[in-house]
């Protein structure tokens, strides 16, 4: 960006423009530079060339993650009695920090250490409340294709 103000905002070199040492004084405004992005994606959204590439990531991307919440699932019922201690452990820990705020006032060290109970026992409430996920269904190659061919038409 070397001057204007959203939405004029310009592109260009900014070693011509603050230092003078490039002859290259060509600068495009944010609005058309956009345009021909957007033109561009377009354009290689709709590329027949790209579309096995486009399933195969695609389909790798989504398997890591449904194989990511599964493992997340497991790991959860498993460590239930482990998360229901912990929960409890912080519980009483978050109790002592707070008689400690009200007899002591409030210190940055203690106030560091209640946020630190308290996002830890936000993260456990999340689990433990969590239904466990039922079987996450696989795709095929024609779903996955299908998908992405209506996204990639929903885009222009």
């Known amino acids: 960006m070397i ?14 423009r603050f230092r ?6 060509v600068t495009i405004l944010r ?20 579309e096995e590439e486009r399933t195969r990531e695609f389909a790798a991307q989504l398997k890591a993650r449904i194989e990511l919440e599964e493992k997340l699932a497991r790991e959860v019922e498993v ?10 452990e912080l519980n009483s820990r978050g109790r002592r920090l707070g008689e400690a705020i009200a ?3 409030l210190s940055a060290f203690v106030a560091e250490q209640l946020r630190t109970v308290e996002s830890r026992l936000a993260e456990i409430d999340r689990l433990l409340t969590s239904k466990p996920a039922a079987k996450l269904p696989n795709f095929t190659d024609e779903q996955i294709t299908e998908f992405l061919q209506k996204e990639c038409k929903n885009f222009l």
């Open 20 to 25: 003078d040492t490039c002859t290259n004084k």
């Open 79 to 88: 460590n239930r009695p482990a998360l229901e201690k912990e929960r409890s």
């Open 103 to 105: 007899t002591l006032g």
């Open 31 to 50: 609005t058309r530079l956009e345009q021909q992005l957007i033109a561009a994606l377009s354009t290689n959204l709709m590329d027949s060339r790209l």
């Open 3 to 16: 001057n204007g103000k959203a939405p004029n905002v310009r592109y260009g070199c900014p070693n011509y």
